[in-house]
């Protein structure tokens, strides 16, 4: 069963009104959250194989300070179509993944990172559920099991984690 790992970017900077909302950086807080996340991803086993990543800038700088904290770097592939992309979009993406990749991890943006979440896992009860069901906040991470790639949004989706900066520490 491959994992799907649903990483939203890390906190923005909001310092310079005259960037365009595409090209906000991180904030120092965001820099920390993403480091923190990235360390605790390299400590699973299921690290990304393939990772699809917004070119948003804040995306594109979550995913590098992320990568810096894993042993081994995925495969990367940088899709201009993930900024701000709904649920559907993505699941299209992800069904076009070839079936060997074991694990892929998404990076983009609310609300449709929280709405792909929450349509993963409108069967569950959990209390990691319950918590993505209050905020998914900047740098929040789902880990699901999936049945496959194509199937991702058709049921079946199990979700395993589902972690927060704060709960880092």
Known sequence: M???LLLRHAKSSWDDPSLADFDR???PRGERAAREM???IGKRKWR???VLCSTAARAVQTLDLVLAELPKAPEVRLYKSLYLAPPSRMLRLLASQPAETGSIMIVAHNPGMENLAMQLAADDSSTAAR???EKYPTAAL???KLVAWPEAGGGGA???DFVRP???G
């Open 38 to 40: 990235g360390k605790w």
């Open 2 to 4: 491959p994992h799907l």
């Open 131 to 133: 918590s993505m069901a």
């Open 142 to 144: 789902a880990h699901f």
């Open 48 to 50: 990304p194989m393939l």
């Open 25 to 27: 950086p991180l904030a």
């Open 158 to 160: 199990v979700l395993k």
């Open 166 to 168: 704060r709960d880092l």
